[in-house]
């Protein structure tokens, strides 16, 4: 079963609105979560690393206000795309750190469309 | 900066024939993984390789890792149809955060009857 959980695995909304996807370990404590982006057949871009009870590291060229991360608790990261756009369309992936297993299980994944 | 090369990015094969995978990076790393993703779908693990000269097999797949040579092998044994998936290789640098991934630009392998 899944170790990972994000929801929703799709979203569609009107341009200017906020949408908030959840990334949840399941079973483990996480801390750090990683935030991904995925355009269609390419591969994944690393968008920030969410670290609880602190703040989000992000990437170059990742704008923080856009994509604001909040790491409350062991289990749960959320990612918010503010006033979403047709250019944020896209796949949107998170993933967890199994440290006992060495292994970063990834959710299922968030399509956004922004219409 | 941590670069991961895949090759091919597209493979084309038929049922029952073997190939390999390639995964090159270019720093020293500790930890190499290789996913599957399914067209829509998120990424499924499938080897976590740890030191040089790791072998690890599961069904028809077999990853190796050569530490010295900064590459990896995912090679197929006698493909089936149900391979038929985009391949995903990732490498942790140990020059940055042990945690964080670098991901090749995948292979996308279709395996015709």
């Known amino acids: 079963g899944a170790v990972v959980s994000q929801h929703p695995s799709r979203v569609i909304c009107k341009s200017g609105t906020s949408v908030k996807i959840e990334c949840r370990s399941l079973?483990?404590?996480?801390?750090?979560m990683f935030w991904y982006r995925q355009f269609p057949k390419k591969s994944l871009m690393l968008m920030a690393t969410s670290n609880e009870g602190s703040k989000a590291t992000y990437e170059q060229g990742v704008e923080k206000d856009k994509f604001l991360i909040n790491h409350a608790s062991l289990t749960l990261s959320t990612l918010t795309v503010t006033s979403a756009h047709p250019e944020d369309s896209s796949f949107y992936i998170c993933?967890?750190?199994?440290?006992?297993?060495?292994?970063?299980?990834f959710g299922a994944g968030t399509r956004l469309s922004v219409l | 900066e941590l670069k991961v090369e895949q090759n091919p990015l597209f493979l084309s094969m038929q049922e029952g024939k073997n190939y390999t995978i390639y995964c090159n990076y270019s720093t020293t790393s500790d930890r190499l993984y290789w996913y599957r993703q399914d067209p829509g779908k998120s990424l499924e693990s499938l080897f976590v390789?740890?030191?040089?000269?790791a072998v690890k097999q599961e069904g028809r797949l077999m990853a190796s890792l050569d530490t010295k040579a900064r590459l990896s092998t995912l090679h197929i044994t006698a493909a089936v149809h149900d391979l038929s998936a985009t391949y995903f290789c990732?490498?942790?640098?140990?020059?940055?955060?042990?945690?964080?991934?670098?991901f090749g630009e995948g292979t996308q392998l279709t395996v015709n009857p």
């Open positions: 079973d483990f404590q996480a801390t750090t």
């Open positions: 990732a490498v942790a640098s140990q020059e940055t955060s042990g945690s964080r991934l670098t």
């Open positions: 390789l740890l030191s040089n000269g």
């Open positions: 993933s967890a750190i199994l440290l006992a297993a060495n292994i970063q299980y």
